[in-house]
């Protein structure tokens, strides 16, 4: 079972309820709360596409940039000897860090 949708660029969690019975789920990756439910799949969808339509109406009747998921940008706390070694493999080849953290999830995620 996947456990993700996606609707114009937002992606949402997919989550039961066994004592609700019902679908629910939260947009990923924005500080704003957009949650949706439904009873089944059709309905959790709609709800979904809904909230998504909502927010971005609100945003722009509110003359504000709607939040964008993974805009490129992250923080990434690693031990200390792992940040050197791969600050130092990237002066060795000329490049910034952020290209050796690039290319190494290219590498790991394709």
């Known amino acids: 079972m996947n456990n993700t949708i996606s609707y114009k660029g937002y992606n949402g969690s997919v989550e ?7 679908f629910y789920g939260k947009v990923q990756g924005v500080k704003s709360l957009i ?3 439904g009873k089944d799949a059709k309905e959790l969808l709609y709800d979904f596409h809904h909230a998504v339509d909502d927010y971005l109406r609100i945003c722009d009747s509110n003359g504000v940039e709607p939040e964008k998921a993974y805009k490129g940008s992250f923080n990434v706390r690693i031990p200390p000897e792992l940040h050197q070694k791969a600050a130092l493999y990237a002066i060795r080849r000329n490049t910034s860090l952020n290209k050796v953290v690039e290319e190494s999830l290219q590498k790991m995620l394709g």
């Not at 039961?16 to 019902?22: P, R, T």
């Open 35 to 37: 949650s949706y439910e």
């Open 16 to 22: 039961f309820s066994e004592s609700d019975g019902v």
